[in-house]
């Protein structure tokens, strides 16, 4: 029920609080729910005031036919990428100074420093094409300290392509990211893998992080689910349908085929790599109810983590410490989140109720991200959307509100950004949003994606 059903009902009641008190309330309930975030925000590094910085247009440099329209990539992507970080105050392109200064030489701080900008960084630079190669040098400027501007200095050199554009704009922004951000690596470069149905039947694609350059990965030509990159970036592990059911396979980045994976009988689905590469965890029916297994990365040495009666699946590793997982079990009825140990012990309720999904274990350890329908039932108010949960104080907060069928979350490697799937009028496609749940932005069109995995780099 929305704010304002909820204020028409409680003034119909005899004896009601006036509009004004009603109003203070709702006031106080939003400031309730800000400060409930502020722990989210310190945890996942959003916390800290962003810094206000200004992103010029890079000065064309040559007059090769390409120039001009490389630029104008890279400047673009430059841009989105710097607005999408979520630690930055971007400068507005319709208020920054129009110059595009090509060298340290070139650039007056001033005009970016005071009013309208009131910048205190300032990315500039130079693009050219020269023999068939894109030559960019960039620069980033503390626009307050005119003595001693210079934060840092790049030059890059590839093949003049569009995507070689993009991808030195995308290198460039995560180095000042990482200059800026508390020393924690940019996510430009890094890559979303998803299922889609682009081609007829259900693939597993890859796209950069933004949503650009979607190309599809496996040609199956059967039903593929729940991809997983390794933390190499080497091998994806997924779920595919197959002539003896659901099992684990393996496709490798490098020869850009199916390699061998020794999958268990039964049902055997959702694998997820731990953070050194060398493990699987996954669900498997072999031995009857389906429980979480753990086996080497190429699926010899499998044991059981988990032997409670109902389904166990969905699981997740601790990046951190390598020494626990998260999964959904439904020994209560209806599936809910639990961590253990990952040889058994300490095993860990941590939803209280409702239907919980699809557990997503935070870089740095200290949260859980899953979706959760807490009124869960024929007619129940609210639906499923994706919260945020601290490990140790089991305190969570809601991420998604109204907005159709969310599922499926995966943090990104910086800790600060979270992929997730949004299912609307029957058809799914991958948003991101960060790890507030602000920013929420659609990254795939009319291409029925689900079950997106971001990348460990």
């Given at each position: ?100 200064p090509a060298s340290p030489q070139q650039i007056n701080l001033g005009e970016w420093a005071n009013a309208p900008s009131n910048a205190e960084m300032v990315a500039f630079g130079s693009l050219a ?79 950069d992080y933004d949503g650009q350059g979607a190309r599809q990965v496996t040609h199956l030509g059967s039903i593929s689910l729940s991809p997983h990159i390794s933390p190499d970036n080497s091998r ?222």
């Amino acid at each position: 029920m929305s704010m304002t059903k909820n204020i028409a009902r409680i003034s119909s009641f005899p004896g009601a609080v006036s509009l004004s008190a009603v109003s203070i309330a709702v006031l106080l309930l939003a400031s309730s729910v800000a400060r409930a975030q502020d722990w989210v925000r310190t945890g996942t590094n959003l916390g800290a005031q962003k810094i206000r910085i200004a992103a010029a247009d890079f000065a064309p440099a040559s007059q090769d036919p390409q120039t001009p329209a490389l630029k104008t990539t890279f400047d673009a992507t430059l841009f989105n990428d710097l607005n999408n970080a979520g630690i930055f105050d971007l400068v507005s392109k319709s208020i920054a100074p129009p110059s595009t200064p090509a060298s340290p030489q070139q650039i007056n701080l001033g005009e970016w420093a005071n009013a309208p900008s009131n910048a205190e960084m300032v990315a500039f630079g130079s693009l050219a094409v020269n023999g068939g190669r894109v030559v960019v040098s960039g620069w980033l400027f503390d626009a307050k300290n005119a003595q001693s501007p210079q934060v840092l200095g790049k030059q890059y050199n590839e093949v003049a392509t569009q995507d070689n554009a993009r991808l030195v704009a995308h290198r460039f922004a995560d180095e000042i990211i990482l200059r800026l951000g508390g020393g924690i690596n940019g996510i430009a470069e890094t890559h979303i893998f998803y299922v889609s149905s682009k081609s007829g039947t259900k693939e597993v694609w890859e796209m950069d992080y933004d949503g650009q350059g979607a190309r599809q990965v496996t040609h199956l030509g059967s039903i593929s689910l729940s991809p997983h990159i390794s933390p190499d970036n080497s091998r994806i592990a997924f779920t595919s349908l197959g002539g003896s059911g659901w099992s684990i396979r393996m496709y490798s980045l490098v020869l850009n085929r199916t390699v061998a994976f020794q999958s268990p009988g039964g049902t055997t689905q959702s694998p997820a790599w731990s953070a050194d590469g060398n493990k699987l965890a996954y669900s498997s029916s072999r031995s009857g109810d389906t429980q979480i297994y753990i086996s080497d990365a190429n699926g010899g040495g499998a044991r059981a983590v988990t032997s409670f009666r109902g389904p166990n699946v969905s699981p997740c590793w601790n990046p951190k410490t390598g020494s626990q997982i998260a999964w959904v079990g439904g020994r209560t009825g209806l599936p809910q989140i639990y961590t253990a140990d990952t040889d058994g012990g300490n095993v860990q309720r941590m939803t209280d109720g409702g239907y919980a999904t699809s557990p997503s274990w935070s870089p740095n350890g200290q949260f859980l991200v899953f979706a959760w329908d807490r009124k869960y039932g024929p007619g129940a108010p609210g639906g499923q959307d994706i919260y945020i949960m601290d490990i140790a104080s089991k305190r969570w907060t809601q991420l998604t509100h109204d907005a159709g069928r969310n599922d499926f979350p995966s943090w990104a490697p910086d800790g600060r950004h979270i992929v997730f799937e949004r299912e609307t009028n029957h058809r799914a496609e991958v948003w991101s949003m960060l790890a507030d749940g602000s920013q929420q932005q659609q990254l795939t069109h009319g291409s029925n994606s689900s079950m997106p995995n971001w990348s460990w780099k």
